[in-house]
Nanobody, 116 residues
Framework: QVQLVESGGGLVQVGGSLRLSCAAS????????MRWYRQAAGKERELVAH????????YYTDSVKGRFTISRDNAKNTVYLQMNSLKPEDTAVYYC?????????WGQGTQVTVSS
């Protein structure tokens, strides 16, 4: 079965950096676009970034452009989110996602807290 396991979250000061990882299993990782979402307290879940199967095409929501970088290692079945210049508004639970014909699959999420 599809499994997505996020890690790398934590507490960081404004301007700091974190690198999130999402280890995937149970499907052919290299065949699927991978996504990172986040959900802040009291807000809807929002798409942060996605990356194409080979990593050649990426998308970022406007609020993270120039600060976040999504990447993937198909040999390790892992997708990453490098987050630099973190701001308090980046505080959220971050989720890894894959969309297959059977539906959307999510990890358990990893908490990122940016303190000022």
């Amino acid at each position: 079965q599809v499994q997505l396991v996020e890690s790398g979250g934590g507490l960081v000061q404004v301007g700091g950096s974190l690198r999130l990882s999402c280890a995937a299993s149970g499907f052919t990782f290299s065949s699927y676009t991978m996504r990172w979402y986040r959900q802040a307290a009291g807000k809807e879940r929002e798409l942060v970034a996605h990356i194409s199967t080979g990593g050649g095409s990426t998308y970022y929501t406007d609020s993270v452009k120039g600060r976040f970088t999504i990447s993937r290692d198909n040999a390790k079945n892992t997708v990453y989110l490098q987050m630099n210049s973190l701001k308090p508004e980046d505080t959220a639970v971050y989720y890894c996602n894959v969309r297959k014909f059977t539906g959307d699959y999510w990890g358990q999420g990893t908490q990122v807290t940016v303190s000022s």
